[in-house]
């Protein structure tokens, strides 16, 4: 019975985890929720990583934590995943959890671009290095 809920409830996690509308609730997930999508994550789900990263962004249903959204959205970038490089250029464009690194932030948005995700296209360009 899980396996067949499980891409409706990663897809739902993944509409959430990538849109404002959360930044104004104060908690979006129950913590069995929480709970399932660390469990995914831990075991190589790139889209959960995603999510579970972007969650901790945004201190949603978790304490906000950029050093542990970092973690999890590069598990979720060396798996290809154009929506956690591009939230890993953000991260490293403004030096939340790691320390501020353009050419970091560049090497991330550069690859959401090359995997077709326009928003890493338009940061790519607006980065200029010395």
């Known amino acids: 019975m899980f396996k067949k809920s499980l891409p409706v409830f990663i897809t739902g996690l993944i ?26 994550a831990e075991q190589g789900e790139s889209f959960a990583q995603s999510a579970l990263g972007v969650l901790y962004i945004e201190g ?11 973690k999890w959205l590069e598990r979720a970038a060396l798996q290809n995943e154009a929506l956690a490089q591009f939230q890993l250029g953000v991260l490293h ?18 690859k959401s671009c090359a995997a077709g995700l326009s928003e890493g296209c338009t940061m790519y360009s607006k980065i200029k290095l010395p």
């Open 93 to 110: 464009y403004r030096g939340q959890g790691v320390p501020q690194n353009d050419a970091e932030a560049l090497r991330w948005f550069g």
């Open 15 to 40: 509409l959430h985890a990538f849109t404002s509308v959360a930044l104004a609730q104060a908690s979006s997930y129950s913590p069995e929720q929480v709970e399932q999508m660390r469990q995914l």
């Open 60 to 70: 949603d249903s978790v304490p906000q934590n950029y050093a542990e959204a970092h």
